[in-house]
Protein backbone atom coordinates (compact mmCIF):
# COMPACT_ATOMS: atom_id res chain seq x y z
CA UNK A 1 0.00 0.00 0.00
CA UNK A 2 1.34 3.41 -0.98
CA UNK A 3 0.63 7.05 1.52
CA UNK A 4 -0.89 9.64 0.01
CA UNK A 5 2.27 12.00 0.58
CA UNK A 6 4.03 9.97 -1.82
CA UNK A 7 1.91 10.61 -4.83
CA UNK A 8 2.51 13.57 -6.28
CA UNK A 9 0.49 14.80 -8.72
CA UNK A 10 -1.82 11.83 -8.78
CA UNK A 11 -5.55 11.10 -9.40
CA UNK A 12 -7.40 8.73 -6.74
CA UNK A 13 -10.45 7.16 -6.87
CA UNK A 14 -12.02 6.82 -3.35
CA UNK A 15 -14.46 4.58 -2.87
CA UNK A 16 -16.50 5.38 0.26
CA UNK A 17 -19.35 3.25 2.36
CA UNK A 18 -20.82 3.98 5.88
CA UNK A 19 -21.61 1.66 8.58
CA UNK A 20 -22.85 1.93 11.94
CA UNK A 21 -26.23 1.15 14.19
CA UNK A 22 -28.28 3.89 13.82
CA UNK A 23 -28.28 4.59 17.33
CA UNK A 24 -24.98 5.56 18.73
CA UNK A 25 -22.01 5.13 16.68
CA UNK A 26 -21.51 5.90 12.59
CA UNK A 27 -18.64 4.66 10.50
CA UNK A 28 -16.93 5.42 6.91
CA UNK A 29 -14.79 3.29 5.43
CA UNK A 30 -13.04 3.97 2.26
CA UNK A 31 -10.60 2.01 -0.46
CA UNK A 32 -8.70 4.88 -1.92
CA UNK A 33 -6.84 3.97 -5.62
CA UNK A 34 -4.14 5.50 -7.61
CA UNK A 35 -5.60 5.75 -10.97
CA UNK A 36 -1.98 4.55 -12.70
CA UNK A 37 -2.83 1.25 -10.16
CA UNK A 38 -6.61 1.06 -10.72
CA UNK A 39 -6.37 -2.31 -13.30
CA UNK A 40 -3.62 -4.16 -11.22
CA UNK A 41 -5.33 -3.64 -8.18
CA UNK A 42 -8.65 -4.88 -9.72
CA UNK A 43 -6.92 -8.00 -11.04
CA UNK A 44 -5.70 -8.77 -8.07
CA UNK A 45 -9.60 -8.98 -6.40
CA UNK A 46 -10.97 -10.08 -9.66
CA UNK A 47 -8.44 -13.54 -8.97
CA UNK A 48 -9.38 -13.75 -5.43
CA UNK A 49 -13.16 -13.72 -6.28
CA UNK A 50 -12.11 -16.09 -9.03
CA UNK A 51 -10.15 -18.32 -6.80
CA UNK A 52 -13.34 -18.35 -4.58
CA UNK A 53 -15.56 -19.30 -7.35
CA UNK A 54 -13.34 -21.93 -8.79
CA UNK A 55 -12.47 -23.69 -5.03
CA UNK A 56 -14.40 -26.65 -5.34
CA UNK A 57 -15.56 -26.44 -1.22
CA UNK A 58 -16.59 -22.90 -1.35
CA UNK A 59 -17.89 -21.63 -5.27
CA UNK A 60 -19.02 -18.37 -4.52
CA UNK A 61 -19.89 -16.66 -7.97
CA UNK A 62 -17.79 -13.78 -8.77
CA UNK A 63 -20.75 -11.72 -9.21
CA UNK A 64 -22.23 -12.18 -5.61
CA UNK A 65 -22.19 -9.15 -4.10
CA UNK A 66 -20.32 -9.21 -0.78
CA UNK A 67 -21.90 -6.93 2.09
CA UNK A 68 -20.00 -7.56 5.47
CA UNK A 69 -23.71 -6.96 7.72
CA UNK A 70 -25.46 -9.75 5.95
CA UNK A 71 -22.47 -11.80 4.42
CA UNK A 72 -20.10 -12.42 7.96
CA UNK A 73 -23.37 -13.42 10.25
CA UNK A 74 -24.05 -16.31 8.02
CA UNK A 75 -27.55 -14.33 6.19
CA UNK A 76 -27.79 -15.12 2.39
CA UNK A 77 -26.76 -18.02 0.39
CA UNK A 78 -23.42 -16.38 -1.53
CA UNK A 79 -22.41 -20.23 -2.20
CA UNK A 80 -23.60 -22.22 -4.99
CA UNK A 81 -23.19 -25.14 -2.37
CA UNK A 82 -26.27 -25.36 0.24
CA UNK A 83 -24.03 -27.01 2.14
CA UNK A 84 -21.78 -24.72 2.61
CA UNK A 85 -24.39 -21.75 3.43
CA UNK A 86 -26.12 -23.74 6.27
CA UNK A 87 -22.42 -23.00 7.95
CA UNK A 88 -22.29 -20.19 9.64
CA UNK A 89 -18.37 -20.80 10.58
CA UNK A 90 -17.37 -20.66 6.85
CA UNK A 91 -18.01 -16.72 6.42
CA UNK A 92 -15.21 -15.13 9.04
CA UNK A 93 -12.06 -17.34 6.88
CA UNK A 94 -13.77 -15.75 3.54
CA UNK A 95 -14.09 -12.62 5.09
CA UNK A 96 -10.70 -12.67 6.59
CA UNK A 97 -8.93 -13.41 3.35
CA UNK A 98 -10.91 -10.58 1.55
CA UNK A 99 -9.40 -7.96 4.14
CA UNK A 100 -5.75 -9.35 3.28
CA UNK A 101 -6.60 -9.19 -0.22
CA UNK A 102 -7.57 -5.22 0.04
CA UNK A 103 -4.61 -4.85 2.32
CA UNK A 104 -2.34 -6.38 -0.59
CA UNK A 105 -3.49 -4.47 -3.52
CA UNK A 106 -1.01 -2.74 -5.19
CA UNK A 107 -1.25 1.54 -5.19
CA UNK A 108 -4.19 1.67 -2.69
CA UNK A 109 -4.85 2.87 0.77
CA UNK A 110 -7.53 1.72 2.78
CA UNK A 111 -8.75 3.50 6.25
CA UNK A 112 -11.59 4.26 9.00
CA UNK A 113 -13.66 7.10 10.80
CA UNK A 114 -16.46 7.17 13.00
CA UNK A 115 -18.51 9.32 15.38
CA UNK A 116 -20.45 8.61 18.57
CA UNK A 117 -23.75 10.00 18.61
CA UNK A 118 -26.81 10.70 19.98
CA UNK A 119 -27.90 11.90 16.82
CA UNK A 120 -27.35 9.75 13.86
CA UNK A 121 -28.93 11.03 10.99
CA UNK A 122 -26.97 14.94 11.31
CA UNK A 123 -23.56 13.29 12.78
CA UNK A 124 -24.03 10.69 9.81
CA UNK A 125 -23.47 13.69 7.71
CA UNK A 126 -21.18 15.34 9.50
CA UNK A 127 -18.79 12.56 9.75
CA UNK A 128 -18.64 12.34 5.90
CA UNK A 129 -18.28 16.34 6.00
CA UNK A 130 -15.05 16.06 8.60
CA UNK A 131 -13.75 13.33 6.90
CA UNK A 132 -14.16 15.41 3.01
CA UNK A 133 -12.60 18.32 4.41
CA UNK A 134 -9.57 15.92 5.65
CA UNK A 135 -9.24 14.17 2.46
CA UNK A 136 -8.64 17.81 0.82
CA UNK A 137 -6.10 19.21 2.98
CA UNK A 138 -4.25 15.68 2.60
CA UNK A 139 -4.66 16.39 -1.33
CA UNK A 140 -4.02 19.66 -1.39
CA UNK A 141 -0.66 18.45 0.37
CA UNK A 142 0.32 15.99 -1.52
CA UNK A 143 -0.57 18.03 -5.00
CA UNK A 144 -3.32 15.58 -6.07
CA UNK A 145 -6.67 15.08 -6.74
CA UNK A 146 -9.48 12.84 -6.22
CA UNK A 147 -12.83 11.30 -7.13
CA UNK A 148 -15.33 10.21 -4.66
CA UNK A 149 -17.53 7.31 -5.21
CA UNK A 150 -19.93 6.50 -2.98
CA UNK A 151 -22.25 3.43 -1.95
CA UNK A 152 -25.81 4.72 -3.16
CA UNK A 153 -28.32 5.39 -6.15
CA UNK A 154 -28.21 9.04 -5.84
CA UNK A 155 -31.05 10.31 -3.66
CA UNK A 156 -27.99 11.34 -1.14
CA UNK A 157 -28.61 14.98 -1.49
CA UNK A 158 -26.74 15.64 2.07
CA UNK A 159 -23.43 14.29 0.85
CA UNK A 160 -23.54 16.57 -2.78
CA UNK A 161 -24.39 19.39 -0.55
CA UNK A 162 -20.79 18.41 1.92
CA UNK A 163 -19.12 18.97 -1.97
CA UNK A 164 -20.74 21.90 -2.62
CA UNK A 165 -18.94 23.68 0.77
CA UNK A 166 -15.68 22.68 -0.64
CA UNK A 167 -14.60 25.74 -3.03
CA UNK A 168 -11.96 27.93 -4.12
CA UNK A 169 -8.55 27.38 -5.67
CA UNK A 170 -7.75 25.13 -2.76
CA UNK A 171 -10.43 22.28 -3.73
CA UNK A 172 -9.08 19.07 -4.74
CA UNK A 173 -12.13 16.71 -5.32
CA UNK A 174 -13.32 16.84 -8.20
CA UNK A 175 -16.92 17.24 -8.58
CA UNK A 176 -19.92 16.53 -6.51
CA UNK A 177 -19.86 12.72 -5.29
CA UNK A 178 -20.70 10.08 -7.47
CA UNK A 179 -23.28 7.79 -6.62
CA UNK A 180 -23.18 3.49 -7.34
CA UNK A 181 -24.78 0.68 -5.82
CA UNK A 182 -22.14 -1.65 -4.43
CA UNK A 183 -23.60 -4.57 -6.16
CA UNK A 184 -22.26 -3.07 -9.27
CA UNK A 185 -18.75 -2.33 -7.53
CA UNK A 186 -15.88 -4.51 -6.49
CA UNK A 187 -14.58 -1.99 -4.80
CA UNK A 188 -17.31 -0.55 -3.00
CA UNK A 189 -17.88 -4.14 -1.45
CA UNK A 190 -14.21 -3.43 -0.51
CA UNK A 191 -14.88 0.04 1.41
CA UNK A 192 -17.90 -1.78 2.84
CA UNK A 193 -16.26 -4.36 4.39
CA UNK A 194 -13.51 -2.34 5.47
CA UNK A 195 -16.50 0.25 7.21
CA UNK A 196 -18.25 -2.84 8.62
CA UNK A 197 -14.80 -4.33 9.67
CA UNK A 198 -13.71 -0.86 11.58
CA UNK A 199 -17.58 0.00 13.38
CA UNK A 200 -17.26 -3.51 14.99
CA UNK A 201 -13.40 -2.76 16.09
CA UNK A 202 -14.99 0.24 17.43
CA UNK A 203 -18.13 -0.86 19.42
CA UNK A 204 -16.52 -4.30 20.36
CA UNK A 205 -20.45 -5.86 20.77
CA UNK A 206 -20.14 -9.08 22.74
CA UNK A 207 -21.57 -11.48 20.01
CA UNK A 208 -19.20 -9.84 17.22
CA UNK A 209 -16.24 -10.11 19.62
CA UNK A 210 -14.16 -12.86 17.55
CA UNK A 211 -13.94 -9.52 15.06
CA UNK A 212 -12.69 -7.04 17.65
CA UNK A 213 -9.10 -7.21 16.11
CA UNK A 214 -9.68 -7.93 12.36
CA UNK A 215 -9.21 -4.27 11.49
CA UNK A 216 -5.95 -4.10 13.23
CA UNK A 217 -4.74 -7.17 12.15
CA UNK A 218 -5.67 -7.70 8.74
CA UNK A 219 -5.59 -3.96 7.50
CA UNK A 220 -2.30 -3.22 9.14
CA UNK A 221 -1.39 -0.27 7.28
CA UNK A 222 -4.85 1.31 7.31
CA UNK A 223 -5.56 5.25 8.33
CA UNK A 224 -7.85 4.74 11.48
CA UNK A 225 -10.13 3.76 12.45
CA UNK A 226 -10.01 7.23 13.09
CA UNK A 227 -12.72 9.56 15.99
CA UNK A 228 -13.65 12.91 14.15
Request: with cysteine; net charge neutral.
Amino acid sequence: MVELATAQGRLRIVYVDDSGNARDTTALGWVDVDVRSWNAAMEVWRRFRTELYEDEKIRIPVDYEFHAVKFIPGRGNPSLLESWNRQKRHRGPVALRALEVIAGMPGTRAGAVYRRTRDYAHDRVDLYRSWLHRLNDELRASGSHAVVIVDGDGTEHAFRRVHRELAGGDRRIVEDAFFQPAGESHFLQCADLVAYTAFQSVVRLPGKQFMWGWFDSRLPLAQGPTAL
